[in-house]
């Protein structure tokens, strides 16, 4: 037995971070409270309502899921938190109230705990309550809210939208110049998804989770790359700021593709995560029926996580090669 | 193995302890295609029961003398013979209806539970227990479809045998109308079979 204090003897892992599950959802949350109050502010009440009631409803079927499947994790952790916050970001401004909760109790009933709980989901629970959500109520989730706040403001569908249905001259037509049509990408005072208007604010929090390590740069990186690199051969450099900037994009790449659960851990393998969403997100907006890809890519990928994670399995040093 | 089931039994299992569909897992591609309406799923359920009630006495009949290596194609002409005769009534007293699942009717051919009891059952027993069998199972797939097709028809048109129910501010949830609803559904149903098994602590055989 040994007594001496200098030479303790534990099991491993021996370094330890601080940087626990709870922590990081907190964190994470934090991060997402500004766009949230930006969608408030560009949209209104209704929007915020629909935050609030997507936010109850998820915590309420966490702890609904935890009680019946009698799980050891608690409701505390933030994770369905979380997920509430972040569905109702890609959820259009003017949705009813009930169809957010329904959406928000699907994504953590059936996208997470059906599966097994928190680590044990296959698809981003916030994206699947997305597209059931989609698959239901397809008027009401293109359905979007005029801005009305600002003289300025524009009264049309978001700008994917009108790219997808009328073309560059009437997208031309309706926000002025392409400066100014960034401008207000950028700051966030455009049609769509209530956390997906403004591109500075998720920037700044994306930026802020890579400098914190609790996402890494690969997969936002890689993603917003490719998305780069193929708008350039779909419609000139003119149109990369533009298909950087519309949409989800930011939200999908800095919130939802870095979701630890439903991501590879290899480096490698983030890095082919993010090219496959770039790339089929793309897909979706060039040549798909949709006008935004970025839900179905994240999806897509999330499925093929486990394949991807397969191929890029780091060498294990000091054995044989099979 | 001696069968000790009575005749009860052999009838009473196909419903819950063996029922095909949240038990056995089998013919669920039917199941997908007709239970979003419960009109088809009752005319769905009634023609399979008919086609397992003959193909099982039938199968039982002439287990004797199927030699070994045919058996199943020799299962398959029987039951299509049924399914046939099941369109031909359906044709005559329902047109508008066959016309909508005659598709649907004909693939009963392969269904896997009408195949699975004639294999492991019916060429094992004698006819009253075949008989038996077959109603259980016929009842059991009704009864399952019954209520797969009801929850979907309520929650994806708001209607019930085609009768509107739901309230005006209801909006129909489109999915469960579609292929994710039945499996949705399907999914849920079996899990709570399974609950209510564990709960009860009898999970037979």
């Known amino acids: 037995m040994l007594r001496d204090k200098h030479l303790t003897v534990t099991v491993s892992p021996h370094i330890k971070t601080d940087l626990t599950t709870e922590k990081m959802m907190w964190t994470v949350i934090t991060v997402l409270l500004p766009v949230a109050a930006a969608g408030v502010y560009f949209f209104g009440i209704h929007a915020g309502l629909v935050i609030l009631v997507s936010i109850i409803s998820a915590v309420l079927a966490e702890s609904l899921c935890l009680k019946i499947m009698r799980r050891g994790t608690a409701v505390t952790d933030g994770s369905a938190f979380l997920t509430g916050l972040l569905l109702s970001l890609c959820l259009p401004p003017e949705i009813p109230l009930w169809m957010a909760a329904l959406g928000s109790f699907f994504a953590i009933a059936v996208g997470k705990q059906a599966f097994g709980g928190l680590g044990y989901n296959i698809f981003n629970p916030a994206l699947a309550g997305r597209a059931f959500l989609m698959l239901s109520f397809a008027k009401e989730m293109t359905t979007w809210k005029t801005l009305t706040r600002f003289p300025d403001s524009i009264t049309a569908a978001t700008p994917l939208n009108l790219l997808k249905e009328q073309g560059t001259d009437a997208l031309m037509t309706v926000y002025g110049s392409m400066p100014h049509l960034y401008k207000k990408l950028f700051l966030g005072n455009v049609g769509g998804s209530i956390g997906e208007t403004s591109a500075v604010l998720l920037l700044i929090g994306g930026c802020f989770l890579i400098a914190r390590g609790i996402i890494t740069w690969h997969i936002p990186v890689s993603y917003l790359a490719t998305v780069a690199v193929i708008s350039v051969f779909t419609g000139g450099i003119s149109n990369v700021l533009f298909q950087l900037l519309a949409g989800g994009l930011m939200l999908g790449a800095f919130f939802m593709a870095t979701d630890l659960v439903t991501t590879p851990i290899t480096k490698s393998g983030q890095i082919i995560f993010g090219i496959g969403c770039g790339l089929i997100t793309m897909l979706i907006r060039v040549r798909g029926g949709y006008p935004e890809g970025v839900c179905y890519s994240i999806l897509l990928l999330n499925a093929v996580t486990p394949l991807i994670e397969r191929f890029t399995k780091t060498r294990i040093f000091g054995t044989q090669k099979q | ?205």
Not at chain 2, 112 to 140: T, W, Y
């Open chain 2, 1 to 205: 193995m001696k069968n000790t089931r009575t005749l009860i039994q052999e009838t009473t299992k196909g419903i819950i302890e063996r029922n095909p569909i949240f038990v056995l897992c089998l013919g669920l591609c039917p199941v997908l295609a007709v239970s979003n309406l419960v009109e088809n799923a009752v005319y769905m359920g009634a023609a399979f029961t008919f086609v397992m009630f003959f193909s099982n006495i039938t199968v039982s009949m002439v287990r004797k003398i199927i030699p070994e290596k045919v058996r199943i194609p020799c299962y398959i002409v029987i039951i299509a013979s049924f399914v046939t005769v099941a369109g031909l009534l359906m044709q005559w007293f329902i047109p508008g209806v066959y016309k909508k699942m005659s598709l649907f009717i004909n693939l009963i051919v392969v269904n896997c539970i009408v195949l699975g009891r004639a294999e492991f059952f019916a060429s094992k027993n004698n006819v009253v227990r075949s008989a038996a069998d077959a109603v259980g199972m016929g009842i059991g797939f009704t009864g399952a479809l019954f209520i797969i097709a009801v929850i979907r028809e309520i929650s994806g048109f708001g209607t019930f045998y085609g009768i509107k129910i739901t309230p005006e501010a209801f909006k129909p949830i489109t999915s469960m109308i579609l292929a994710p609803g039945a499996f949705l559904t399907i999914g849920f149903l079996i899990a709570l079979f399974n609950y209510i098994k564990l709960k009860k602590g009898n999970i037979s055989e």
